[in-house]
């Protein structure tokens, strides 16, 4: 099992553009500040969507100028289509991801977009991101929605999520992912569905998943899926954005919980999480009302909690 994972905050993109409620810029940037400041190395800040679509991402390319100035970190967004694209790359971005939904009815429904017409799409954004010279060039993602089923269509079938994934590596990208975004995944499906998408497009080329709590089982899934080699996770500070199927449980899997568990494990993660902790703070005072989730944040550190990450620094 891998002895080191890269923890990507998700909240300020999928937290934010769940909820009502819009984030005022100076607070997103206090957030973004503070976790860097905890050890976070990636996050997600922003999406390259129609500010009325998502008015709660409209400053995206305001916070990715900022985020651009924090040393060390990866500043990624997701974006929908190539004029997204467009956008990251003319605001400086360091990682961009495209969801692709492996249900073309959540595809359609979502999108409007079939999945040859996203397909092309990619390669339309692989040749913008060829174009230009390396040292500016994002890393490339294709993002496997509905990966381990969908509310609309149900199960969705291993193989045409394998299928999609060499077709997005076909298309140009760097890596893909693969989403829980309904919270159907359990851990034994985890594994398997790693295990074949790994076997087509190789192992260096699927690192991360993005997994969800909407059924308890998200810290079960991301065990799955160290115990196959994943070394990347997105989570959300507070699982921020909840879950519209489950009221009451967190959609993404919780930051805090998530670099608990981990580091309890004696994986490090970087992360500093008492200081972690803190930056709950914010996301309470710029968002007075919203439901923020957590156990560890709620029980505190166990009496002698002693971090891989800090066992670490110490040695
Ligand atoms: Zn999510």
């Given at each position: 099992m891998t002895t080191q994972v890269l923890v990507s905050e998700v909240g300020p993109r999928d937290g934010l553009q769940s909820i009502q409620a819009v984030m005022p810029l100076e607070a997103k940037k206090a957030w973004i500040a503070a976790e860097a400041a905890a050890g976070v190395t990636e996050i997600e800040v922003g999406s390259f969507v129609p500010a009325k679509l998502l008015p709660q991402l409209a400053d995206t390319a305001e916070v990715v100028a900022y985020a651009r100035t924090i040393p060390g970190l990866t500043v990624a967004v997701l974006v929908p289509n190539l004029k997204g694209a467009a956008a990251a790359v003319a605001a400086g971005v360091h990682k961009i991801t495209i969801p692709l939904s492996a249900s073309e009815t959540h595809s359609l429904k979502n999108v409007r977009r079939t999945h040859a017409q996203m397909l092309d799409e990619v390669r339309g954004i692989v040749a913008l991101l060829r174009s230009l010279?390396?040292?500016?060039?994002?890393?490339?993602?294709?993002?496997?929605?509905?990966?381990?089923?969908?509310?609309?269509?149900?199960?969705?079938?291993?193989?045409?999520?394998?299928q999609l994934a060499g077709q997005l590596m076909e298309a140009g990208c760097d890596e893909v992912g693969l989403s829980d975004t309904t919270g159907y995944a359990n851990p034994a499906q985890v594994k398997a569905l790693v295990r074949r998408v790994r076997a087509v497009v190789g192992d260096h080329a699927l690192s991360g998943l993005h997994l969800h709590n909407t059924r308890g089982l998200g810290l079960a899934n991301v065990l799955a899926g160290l115990e196959v080699g994943i070394s990347t996770f997105d989570s959300s500070l507070g699982g921020l954005g909840g879950c519209p199927f489950a009221p009451g449980a967190s959609g993404n899997i919780v930051t805090e919980d998530l670099v608990f568990m981990l580091e309890a494990m004696g994986i490090g993660t970087g992360i500093d999480l008492a200081r972690l902790l803190e930056v709950r703070h914010i996301l309470r005072d710029a968002l007075p009302g919203e439901a923020i989730y957590g156990f560890t944040p709620e029980a505190g550190l166990p009496l002698g909690f002693r971090s891989a990450t800090h066992a670490e620094t110490a040695a």
């Open positions: 010279p390396a040292e500016r060039r994002p890393k490339f993602e294709g993002g496997l929605s509905t990966a381990f089923g969908c509310t609309l269509e149900g199960e969705v079938p291993a193989d045409r999520v394998v």
